[in-house]
């Protein structure tokens, strides 16, 4: 099986050097594990991984071999190019500087370049937030931050372990659960973008889950004429949010 080879950057390896990373307070934006040990050290690592909310995943060693040939006992750390934001803080701090939120959510969008560019529009167009999933998402590393031309110093990233209850968090907050999907016959500046809302943005292979589709208040598709039937998700989120800025000016 090959695996893609992954950046350097920002890599910690060894297992102790990872623990006392994570104590020390570095954001790590993914840890990976041998799959197989089940040593002391590497129950301890489980577990500070598990007590700072840092997602980890099993993997063979030849992904870990991919990534550094020195000694990583079986444990590779990234670090995060950010800080992670708290997303009840934004959500109330927002409301309390009197304005409407305006929430962009990525499910499952995994290209850094893609990533780094969705944030670069949200930046410019006044988006509060991007929240993504802590599995299942692009690494927010240098190649994200270049491609965001450095919108990722100033727009907060939120990592949420359940994208399920976060879109209830934000519907009891009084928000309104927008689906940028093709699946409707709305278009998007059919919809009500002026209020308080969250915009969610489906993965580039499948769209938008179905589980989170299902609690969507509306659904909007961007209007299209051409043979090619989709958009890249970094220009969908792009008009889907400068149609929310439009609508906020007038």
Do not use: W
């Amino acid at each position: 099986m090959a695996f893609k080879k992954e950046s350097t950057d920002d890599v910690v390896f060894g297992i102790r050097a990872i623990i006392e990373t994570i104590q020390a307070g570095k954001e790590i934006d993914r840890l990976f594990i041998q799959k197989g040990l089940s040593n002391d050290l590497i129950k301890e690592l489980v577990k500070v991984a598990r007590d700072y909310k840092i997602p980890f995943a099993n993997v063979p060693i030849e992904k870990l071999n991919r990534i550094t040939r020195k000694n990583h006992q079986g444990a590779i750390a990234f670090i995060s190019a950010i800080n992670y934001a708290s997303l009840d803080n934004i959500v109330s701090e927002t409301y309390q500087n009197g304005k409407e939120p305006l929430i962009l959510m990525l499910d499952r969008v995994t290209d850094v370049r893609n990533f780094g560019a969705i944030a670069r529009t949200a930046e410019c167009c006044g988006v509060d937030a991007i929240v993504i999933p802590s599995r299942g998402s692009a690494a927010i590393n240098a190649d994200a931050m270049k491609t965001s031309a450095g919108a990722l110093n100033y727009i907060p990233v939120c990592r949420e372990d359940n994208l399920k209850i976060t879109i209830q968090y934000l519907k009891d907050s009084g928000m309104t659960v927008v689906a940028c999907t093709e699946k409707t016959d709305k278009m998007i500046h059919e919809l009500n973008l002026n209020q308080p809302a969250v915009i969610i943005m489906g993965s580039e292979e499948d769209g938008i889950s179905p589980e989170y589709l299902k609690l969507a208040d509306v659904r909007g598709k961007i209007p299209m004429s051409g043979k090619i039937e989709s958009l890249n998700v970094s220009v969908s989120a792009g008009i889907a949010i400068y149609e929310a800025a439009r609508q906020r000016s007038l």
